[in-house]
Nanobody, 125 residues
């Protein structure tokens, strides 16, 4: 079992920044990657970014590339999502999840094993 807890969400004006954190506990050694997804009202959960533990490679959705940065903490139990130049369309509940599949990471939410409870990000125009 893996437990994930997201934090750092809030209300920010367009152009502002937020830093999300995802703290993992439990059997974290079994995962290959950590991903961030988001879900806006009435929409499906979509991929935002992922970080592969072994190589440290990072991956981003085109919509956030150049604005968001995923990084790891010193221990293999914390992942951050630095979000800059936020836009109203970034408004969503943001979730972190663990991936333990055969590839370095995945952009498909159903391939992730565990999820946190989510943290709300609201960007006002």
């Amino acid at each position: 079992q893996v437990q994930l807890v997201e934090s750092g969400g809030g209300l920010v004006q367009a152009g502002g920044s937020l830093r999300l954190s995802c703290a993992a506990s439990g059997r974290t050694f079994s995962s290959n990657a950590m991903g961030w997804f988001r879900q806006a009202p009435g929409k499906e959960r979509e991929f935002v970014a992922a970080l592969n533990w072994s190589g440290g490679n990072t991956y981003y959705a085109d919509s956030v590339k150049g604005r968001f940065t995923i990084s790891r903490g010193n221990a293999k139990n914390t992942v951050y999502l630095q979000m800059n130049s936020l836009k109203p369309e970034d408004t969503a509940v943001y979730y972190c999840g663990t991936y333990s599949g055969d590839y370095g990471y995945s952009r498909k939410q159903y391939e992730y094993d565990y999820w946190g409870q989510g943290t709300q990000v609201t960007v006002s125009s």
